[in-house]
């Protein structure tokens, strides 16, 4: 059976999701994007998902899914129907694939090759395609179709600008051939995650997503994609991060900021997620709280500052 790539019948219903990467441990990072994608769809009747996004680590940390899941219930988060692993939905990838085919091209260039190609060096990590292996026309090699490092790239036309209004920065106008020009859809048999991410949130419906501001500038690919694919696009709430007092995202190096190592050490859900909520502007400096579920009355979207929020500790 070929599986379904358009998404359900739509509803008023609003639909958002929880999408974590079993990579590791949940901190306080991750937990404050987590709380504003709870809260807004809590808030508004909407139903809320969870998809654990193993897609990329298939070999990850055994077992860091069951326990983000008992983490995230014991801060209080709460979700609706059947989660959903990536690495079981390979088929409906596949599909997906095959649809845009026609508009992608294999491409052999290691990350040395693009990194000097690039007239001027891009902002973040993302390397924006000079475009070389753009020329080659099918039939293709036999060793170039089946060569697991062979990047499937999108030939980008101008009408693919993927530009969008996000729901919490605004207009983002940079168009796709500037943030990383023909984006690589699968690597060999490796869907790229752009492409189940939204492959993923067409099927379930979702129609808010919330997620971290560091995915901002991959977001046109994306856009493109759910055009490309007939889908309905979602409206995207980029977020700010948190940060070390350093000004850098919050890592290692800004000491243990992990749920689990807080619960350790005897810390309640309410004690992690007062900072957290102060610093989204839904309480007072003095207010404490001991529950998500208090700050659903408080729950905007406006009093989120747009600057990263630097984290000191609890
Ligand atoms: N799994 C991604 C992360 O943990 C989430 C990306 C998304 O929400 O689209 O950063
Ligand atoms: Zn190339």
């Not at 070929?2 to 949940?26: D, E, K, V």
């Not at 940390?61 to 939905?89: P, T, Y």
């Not at 293709?140 to 030939?155: C, F, G, I, V």
């Amino acid at each position: 059976m070929t599986p379904m790539l358009t998404s359900p019948p739509s509803t008023h219903q609003r639909i958002g999701r929880l999408a974590p990467s079993p990579t590791g441990a949940l901190h306080v990072g991750n937990i404050r994007t987590f709380m504003i994608a709870w809260l807004q769809m809590r808030s508004c009747g909407g139903k809320l998902l969870l998809r654990i996004e193993d897609l990329d680590h298939p070999k990850h940390k055994v077992g860091a899914d069951e326990a983000i899941m008992e983490e995230l219930r014991w801060l209080g988060f709460d979700w609706d129907g059947e989660v959903l692993w990536q690495s079981q939905r390979q088929a409906l990838y596949e599909a997906a694939f095959e649809k845009l085919r026609p508009q992608l091209y294999p491409c052999t260039c290691t990350r040395a090759d693009i990194q000097r190609a690039q007239s001027a060096p891009h902002p973040g990590e993302i390397l924006l395609y000079p475009g070389t292996c753009r020329s080659r026309k099918p039939p293709y090699p036999t060793e170039l179709l089946n060569h697991p490092k062979t990047a499937w790239r999108l030939a980008l036309t101008p009408e693919m600008h993927g530009t969008f209004t996000d729901g919490f920065t605004g207009a983002f106008t940079t168009p796709a051939a500037q943030c990383m020009g023909d984006f690589v859809v699968a690597r060999g048999h490796d869907i790229a995650y752009a492409l189940a991410v939204v492959v993923d949130d067409a099927a379930t419906g979702v129609t808010d997503i919330v997620r971290g501001d560091d995915i901002l500038a991959a977001t046109p690919a994306q856009v493109i994609l759910y055009q490309l694919l007939g889908l309905p696009l979602p409206r995207f709430y980029h977020v700010p991060l948190v940060v070390g007092s350093d000004g850098r995202r919050l890592a290692k190096r800004h000491g243990d900021t992990r749920i689990a190592t807080y619960r350790q050490q005897g810390a309640q859900p309410g004690e992690i997620l007062t900072p957290l909520a102060r610093s989204c502007g839904w309480i007072g400096l003095e207010e404490r709280i001991s529950s998500l579920a208090e700050l659903l009355p408080r729950f905007s979207l406006t009093t989120i500052p747009p600057t990263p929020f630097v984290f000191h500790g609890l």
